[in-house]
């Protein structure tokens, strides 16, 4: 028999946001945090520097919006939140997979001293590949949202960013990093997500073909 109430006792722990643009991950943290506010939780927005969309905030798509202190290197996050006259019981961090990886140590050091930290991120870059920080931090997180969009193509559930250049898909060569919106990118699903110059291993290769070929007679 425990000698004391095992519930309730301990604060902190990392809440992730994941998925692909269009699907509400920005939204679903501005939620996450007027809630905060009705309790009367301390809180304090960080999101890199490099997307310039929107300097000094975090935006949703509905308009809503709350003020981020941009920072370069993760360990600006821990400085901060130490010189903060209020200690913050939940960290929120948006775009993170733009952060360098050792926002994982940071969000593992938060968690571990007790504050709440939420993670919002694209889980995939536009190549269908791994945001390798996203795909860390959800190894670590107690909590995990997959959020998903709308197939431009078909409706199904869209879960792969696609970058356009003049309406059409972009090389898998394109750098990983271009801020943009809808102007240089839309959404879709797996069935409709295509990567020019997007090489596969021939068992890969050749099993795709085929078999899509032979179930569709
Ligand atoms: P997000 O906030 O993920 O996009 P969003 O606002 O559409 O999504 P949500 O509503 O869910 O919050 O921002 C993605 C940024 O990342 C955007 O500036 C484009 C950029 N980006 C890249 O640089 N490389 C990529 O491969 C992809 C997919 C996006
Ligand atoms: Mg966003
Ligand atoms: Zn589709």
């Known amino acids: 028999m425990a000698k004391f109430n095992a ?16 699907a509400g991950k920005s ?12 309790a009367d939780v301390s ?18 798509r509905d ?3 709350s003020y981020a202190i941009e920072f370069e290197h993760p360990y600006q996050i821990l400085d901060y939140v130490k010189k903060n006259i209020v200690l913050p019981q939940v960290v929120a961090i948006d775009e993170a997979q733009f952060a360098d990886t050792s926002i994982v140590d940071v969000c593992e ?8 930290v939420y ?21 670590y997180a107690e909590h995990i949202t997959k959020l998903s969009a709308v197939c431009t193509e078909c409706g199904a559930p869209g879960t792969i960013s696609l970058r356009l250049i003049n309406g059409m898909p972009a090389h898998f060569d394109s750098p990983v990093v ?16 295509k990567v020019p110059g997007k090489v596969y291993d ?16």
């Open 109 to 116: 050091a938060l968690a571990d001293s007790g504050v709440i």
């Open 43 to 60: 809180y304090i927005v960080f999101k890199p520097i490099v997307d310039t969309r929107s300097k000094k905030e975090i935006k949703s």
């Open 202 to 217: 021939l068992p890969i290769k050749e099993f795709k073909t085929s078999y899509k070929k032979s179930i569709k007679k």
């Open 63 to 65: 308009g809503r919006s």
């Open 178 to 193: 271009q801020i943009g919106n809808q102007e240089s990118y839309t959404v879709r699903c797996r069935h409709h997500h």
């Open 27 to 38: 939204e679903e943290l501005l939620r996450r945090l007027k809630r905060l506010e009705y």
């Open 119 to 139: 993670v919002a991120a694209l889980d995939r870059d536009f190549k269908n590949e791994p945001f390798m920080v996203t795909a860390k931090i959800s190894c």
């Open 7 to 22: 519930f309730g006792k301990e604060k902190g722990w990392i809440e992730l946001i994941c998925g692909p643009m269009f």
